[in-house]
């Protein structure tokens, strides 16, 4: 079975059209970068016009290089939700009415199961096995029993890791995308320069929970406070102590998570799982077996999307035509579950 996704939760309009859950016949990502950059970050606004103006032209290039025509495919799917609402309502709205267009089924996916799902477009994962998705908007710990059952364990009570990347790039006029940019300068430092704070949670309430808050913010406005002696405040010295604190956070928690559930497969995805320091924390931990997407798939991507969407094909699953989008999932992020039982 052949599957177009559509994916425009953010910043990225992008279309693959996979067989099978597996086989990525196209792939194609149109980056909005250099429209947000000279603002150090995604403007709603600009991103929700790009992909009205480029959903068109990036679907008919999906298909084109898989050398198909919309008769070919069997159903037609788009995320829709969590995101940016302008967004997702482009591409989601597109996919249904395609989907109506051509007497296709169609299914919405959820963004963050389509992070997770990248990893087995590559490889052979077996049930269940630990998550970790780290991208702009969220970071999350879950247990996985399923492509679409997800136990989470835990997330952040404020800012994401990616939102800390960003923020302190842009705070200290780095560039966009700040994750990247952090990365490569964290290269050239020494992580042992500053003593950053690291986020302290109540461990009976918050085991798995991650902060970032309070850790971005004394980067930003008390970083000399936290310089050791003997090192120079360098920008690459900051960002490789800062860098270290960030990916350190992530991987005490998911390693409790280890030791409590007694899964030693440990699968990653989004943006984040890009950065190479984190890539290297985890790969410290020989009993542990840490599969990660390859580094074009870590990114928004439609080939996820399809590969979801796949599998809920297979199952006799889709979604209606009135299935609209949802800018948040509350579970994902822990100070909106505290808001939605209040």
Partial sequence: ??????????????????????????????????FHEIYKGVVPEIASRKHAEWILPVVKQAFKEAGLSLGDIDAVSATNRPGLMGSLLVGLTYGKTLAWAAGKPFIAVNHMLGHLYAAHLANDIAYPYLGLLVSGGHSIICKVHGFDDIEVLGTTVDDSVGEAFDKVAKFYDLGYPGGVIIDKLSKEGDARAFSFPVPKLDE???RYDVSFSGLKTAVIHQRDLFLNEGFEPTTENMCASFQDVACRTLTSRLFRAVEDTGLTTVVAGGGVAANSHLRALLAERRDITCIFPPLKLCGDNGAMIAGVAYHFLQRGDTSPLNTTASARIPQFKRGLEQVRRR
């Fill in 204 to 206: 009976s309430e918050h």
């Fill in 1 to 34: 079975m052949k599957v177009l996704g559509i994916e425009s939760s953010c910043d990225e309009t992008a279309a693959a059209i996979v067989e099978d859950g597996r086989v990525i016949l196209s792939n194609v990502v149109a980056t909005q970068i250099p």
